[in-house]
């Protein structure tokens, strides 16, 4: 399978070769994915947290929960958003998942608390809306510290990605995690942004996107019939998206960029893409042919990428297996159970392999 832009060579048509090239390229990579798809992302800035509240006995007792305020202090004043963390009891230290989620509410339809602490994984939950609304307002949230100046300006995708990362940032201050041992899950439009955050945090060891689509896992030039196709998301959502990229969506075989690239620079960390079949609008084909895109990328480290087949899956199948991996299961635009459960099951068969 063909694909362009290539991966695998630099800007300039040099090939990329091994590890060190990879690297390079990665770096060549998420300038070109902020210039022309998701605007600048954010330089870190300090960060403190306040536990506003402790809940000794949730979860029937087998977890504590603390209610928490992050405060980010950029150079045009400080933002506070909530986060809510579970962690499991018992010593030692948690591996962790945050979810950036559609609701406020800790105990929501799309995160089985109970059944992700009894599994041993610490969760960490923000509302993505505490960190910037949801549409075309960039003076809510932390949005009104970062002005749109020019084009290339963060979009709602980086600042909801750089509202993870500061989150992060307090949650490993507090040495209650282990530190090779951090995922992210997102679904939707949250699981685009948590492929971005994955790809410019290297913290984060483990990604999960889930049925994210167009502009997420779904690969842009070869959408399929019922798929969301590039247009339409300009059109409905360009306040995700940086203002650069309205100039290349008319035509998808003009962008500067497609979906395999972005998941390429996660490697040599782990990729799980989670599709439905039900779910056309996600385009569980062009997901697939992503994760078939981008395993080059853990091929320059020296690790297996994509191990699957590279005919399109059937209902409840795929391959785990590899650096980046891929399931299609049966049923709808949704983050339920079974789609914890892979990303749990994903994550600890690779918590201790060594990652250069």
Not at 142 to 161: C, T, V, Y
Not at 280 to 309: K, R
Request: hydrophobic content about 40%.
């Amino acid at each position: 399978m063909v694909f362009v832009p290539e991966l695998m060579r630099f800007a300039d048509g040099a090939p990329v070769r091994n590890a060190e090239d990879m690297r390079k390229r990665r770096t060549e990579l998420l300038k070109i994915l902020q210039e022309y798809a998701y605007g600048e992302m954010p330089a870190a800035v300090p960060v403190t947290g306040r536990i506003t509240d402790k809940i000794t006995k949730c979860c029937s007792g087998d977890a504590v929960r603390y209610n928490t305020e992050i405060t980010c202090k950029t150079a045009n004043g400080d933002f506070t958003f909530p986060l809510s963390l579970f962690i499991p009891n018992g010593e030692g230290k948690k591996p962790l998942i945050i979810v950036i989620n559609f609701r406020p509410s800790p105990y929501d339809e799309y995160i089985p608390v109970e059944e992700i602490t009894d599994n041993g994984f610490a969760l960490a939950q923000i509302y993505y809306e505490d960190i910037t609304a949801d549409n075309e307002d960039f003076t809510s949230g932390i949005a009104k510290f970062f002005p749109q100046e020019n084009d290339r300006a963060p979009a709602k995708i980086s600042l909801w990605a750089w509202g993870i990362s500061r989150a992060l940032d307090y949650l490993l201050s507090l040495d209650l995690f282990r530190e090779d041992a951090v995922g992210v899950i997102g679904h939707s439009r949250l699981g685009k942004t948590a492929l971005w955050c994955g790809a410019n945090d290297e913290r984060i060891r483990f990604v999960c996107s889930n049925c994210s689509g167009c502009m997420g896992a779904a690969y842009a030039r070869s959408y399929h019939e019922g798929g969301e196709p590039l247009a339409s998301i300009a059109k409905v959502f360009p306040f995700w998206f940086c203002k650069a990229f309205q100039a290349h969506c008319a035509d998808a075989s003009g962008l500067p960029f497609d979906q395999h690239l972005l998941a390429a620079c996660i490697a040599p960390r782990f990729v799980l893409v989670n599709s439905a079949s039900g779910d056309l609008w996600a385009d569980p084909v062009s997901e697939q042919n992503t994760c078939i895109g981008a395993s080059p990328a853990w091929q320059a480290y020296g690790f297996t990428g994509y191990q699957g087949d590279p005919a399109p899956y059937g209902e409840n199948e795929g391959c785990l297996d590899g650096g980046i991996a891929y399931y299609k299961r049966s049923g709808i635009h949704y983050l339920g159970r079974k789609d914890w459960n892979r990303f749990m099951k994903f994550m600890r068969e690779r918590i201790d392999v060594s990652v250069q």
